[in-house]
């Protein structure tokens, strides 16, 4: 039914799934059509539900998509709700003239002879304003709540905060089980992002089949664009009534096609083969349970990718039966890039009162990487495999650096300075260790800074240059290189520094440049090719410890 034709009073038929696979009907009273209220051009049909059933529930988040006849005409999908705590069922309906256009390139607005003014009058102006989407109910499986927990803002931010533990028999299918009927209006279905030993889903409602296409859930329910996300099949084990929002908790089942674009009007897809996943392999290693080994598929996709593996690790070490906040976690990752060299972290991370636990500082870190790669500006690229090697002890392991004793404070060309380190580990007995610097001959006089620390403290000095660096990249894999030779946290370094002209040139470090040189380079510098450096690093050296090590300090060192 065109949007045109819709008017307030219209009694309407709706359609939905409440408990298992059975497609249920309720009625609606059209109330208004509201001028605008998506956008321009772009609006909405205001409805009451009527009904024993969503006189108890509501609208709940799952029933995203639900389609709405007048007269066995379709009108659209059920996609809006008053927010938390209404007294009264009142929604908002999506037009299926604008569904209908999702993924075909047309304009998505009402046509010219739609309404120019709200109908309905002072009803519309009373809900102006007041709706949100219906939430999307995420389904999870074997995700323990601390690992959704870490990543708390960054699902909400994905619009996938409203999370329900549920279940998953998805299997690896490519096309419809054969026992099944054909998709139909009304049917749950559910956007897969990770399968495998975790599921992660976000499900909602089909409003409209057409052939092989799927139109469903009346909003974006994923982030705005294209990008290819598994469709499945889900089963409703019961809708749950709550005052502050009641929730379809459900089964996802086996994997039928690929949801192609997600929009204002809703999200679009293709009944047939799913779409290629990221493989991710976790190896946990216990000093208990020995090795556990987790597999993983997840979307490709710049916004979700970050996020979820950050969740996929997190979740790895928690399902790890002997895990405690206390461990000490051992990280080999490597994402391998297709047509680029592999990313690679390996670090150390310990978690002691007082501290986040080492679990929620890796998986940041992990997703980090995800991110720096997915949000680079050179080109879009594709992650072949994804590899995480982790490995535990029941103890936290971590010192702190204490103090930085030279033997000497003032040195000539040609002699060796010592720099004696104390460290503490945590509830542990003191130990040094010890650099030597020998100053090579024709050294001028001069102070020069001798920063010596963990990586933390190092990193803090650096983090100029970096982000320097980073900015003056040229492709991505410069970026990558970058990325790689990143710091970590299990070594102790030494870092020697004077003030001497030195510049960054095509994102390297390079240091002692004479005036004249300088004064050459200095013409590109609004070209953002060449940033000046004050200090320029002599002499670097490390010494790999078997612990995370926090602090350091700077002491001074005159040349004669």
């Excluded at 409805?47 to 709940?60: M, N, Q, Y």
């Excluded at 099949?233 to 096609?257: C, D, F, N, W």
């Excluded at 690790?313 to 405690?324: C, I, K, M, W």
């Amino acid at each position: 039914m065109p949007l045109s034709e819709v008017k307030p009073g219209m009694i309407a038929t709706i359609r939905t799934v409440f408990e298992g696979d059975n497609v249920e009907e309720f009625q609606a009273e059209i109330l208004a059509v509201m001028d605008s209220f998506l956008g321009p051009r772009l609006d909405l049909i205001v409805a009451r539900l009527k009904g024993d059933r969503v006189g108890v529930t509501g609208v709940a988040a799952g029933m995203s998509g639900s389609p709405v006849y007048v007269g066995g005409r379709l009108v659209g999908a059920l996609s809006y709700s008053m927010g938390a705590f209404p007294k009264e069922p009142i929604a908002g309906i999506t037009p299926i003239e604008y569904m209908v256009k999702v993924g075909t390139g047309k304009p998505v607005t009402r046509g010219a002879s739609g309404p120019a003014l709200s109908q309905g009058g002072s009803a519309a102006s009373a809900y102006m304003g007041q709706f949100e989407p219906i939430q999307t109910a995420v389904v999870t499986s074997g995700v323990p709540e601390a690992a959704i927990r870490l990543f708390a803002a960054d699902m909400d931010r994905l619009g996938l905060g409203h999370m329900v533990s549920g279940g998953s028999s998805a299997s690896s299918s490519t096309s419809i089980a054969a026992d099944r009927a054909p998709l139909k209006p009304g049917d749950s279905i559910a956007a897969q992002l990770v399968t495998g030993d975790i599921s992660f889903a976000a499900t909602g409602t089909v409003t409209h089949v057409d052939g092989d296409r799927v139109y469903a859930f009346g909003h974006p329910g994923l982030t705005n664009g294209t990008g290819d996300v598994p469709m499945a099949r889900a089963e409703i084990y019961l809708t749950l009534p709550s005052l502050q929002s009641s929730t379809k908790i459900s089964h996802v089942m086996e994997t039928i096609g690929t949801f192609r674009e997600s929009r204002l009007p809703g999200i679009a897809g293709v009944i047939g083969p799913k779409p290629v996943m990221i493989p991710v392999t976790v190896n946990v290693k216990s000093t208990e349970t020995g090795l556990k080994q987790y597999h993983y598929q997840m979307i490709d996709n710049k916004e979700f990718t970050a996020p979820l593996v950050g969740v996929l690790a997190a979740a790895s070490v928690f399902n790890t039966p002997d895990y405690s906040d206390e461990m000490t976690l051992s990280l080999a990752a490597k994402i391998q890039l297709d047509g680029h060299q592999d990313l690679v972290l390996n670090d150390l991370y310990s978690g002691v009162a007082g501290t986040p636990p080492a679990v929620a500082t890796m998986s940041r870190d992990v997703a980090g990487l995800f991110g720096a790669v997915f949000a680079n500006r050179f080109e879009p690229i594709r992650v072949t495999s994804v590899s995480l090697d982790i490995s535990s002890v029941e103890k936290g392991k971590i010192s702190f650096i204490e103090g930085v004793y030279p033997t000497r404070g003032e040195v000539a060309p040609g002699e060796k300075a010592e720099f004696r380190v104390l460290i503490r580990p945590y509830r542990g007995e003191r130990y040094t260790k010890k650099f030597v610097y020998r100053v090579p001959e024709g050294t001028p006089q001069g102070t020069l800074s001798v920063y010596i620390g963990g990586a933390g403290m190092i990193g803090t000095t650096e983090r100029n240059i970096l982000a320097r660096q980073i900015s003056q990249a040229d492709d991505i894999n410069q970026l990558i290189t970058l990325i790689n030779r990143l710091r970590t946290s299990e070594k102790l370094y030494m870092k020697i520094t004077r003030r001497l002209g030195g510049a960054i040139v095509l994102n390297e470090v390079m240091p002692s440049l004479p005036p004249s040189v300088l004064s050459t380079l200095g013409a590109n510098r609004g070209a953002g090719e060449v940033t000046p450096l004050a200090e320029t690093t002599l002499h670097e050296e490390e010494i790999v410890l078997d612990e995370i090590l926090i602090g350091g300090t700077m002491v001074p060192l005159n040349i004669r």
